[in-house]
């Protein structure tokens, strides 16, 4: 039998943003979860491996499809969609390459950031030091 005063009380564990204690174990900050990397694995895979017949068939959502006969019945063809064409691109590229965050660039203090083009190709110039 464990001694209890090894075992934390509840008053004495972490509690979650709502006040209830949080549960022991589970997974720690920062550790990718398995499951998500296992489905992205498969989704690149999937990507990399039919990467023709993906091109092939965004093509034919954003030229669209005529009408045909197969087997004696009809099937209906489809309008070109080149922007829905590019959403399904977008929504499976999602899972092959995470989202990037934003992130905010800011100058000196946190002031306006400020730029300099040098287009002629020479060194610039060291601006004068102002009298103190």
């Known amino acids: 039998m464990s001694d209890p005063s090894t075992v934390p009380s509840s008053a004495a564990r972490k509690l979650t943003k709502h006040g209830r204690p ?46 045909r006969t197969v087997g004696g019945k009809r099937i209906p063809g489809r309008p070109p969609d080149p922007s829905g064409a590019l959403a399904r691109a977008a929504a499976l590229a999602e899972f092959a390459a995470p989202k990037l965050s934003r992130a905010e660039v800011t100058g000196e203090g946190g002031g306006p950031l400020t730029v300099v083009i040098n287009r002629s190709g020479r060194k610039p110039q060291e601006p004068p030091d102002e009298p103190a």
């Open 22 to 67: 949080a549960p022991p174990g589970g997974s720690r900050k920062g550790i990718p979860n398995k499951a998500t990397a296992t489905f992205r694995e498969t989704v690149s895979k999937l990507l990399e491996d039919n990467a023709e017949n993906f091109a092939i068939w965004l093509a034919q959502v954003a030229e669209g499809t005529k009408s």
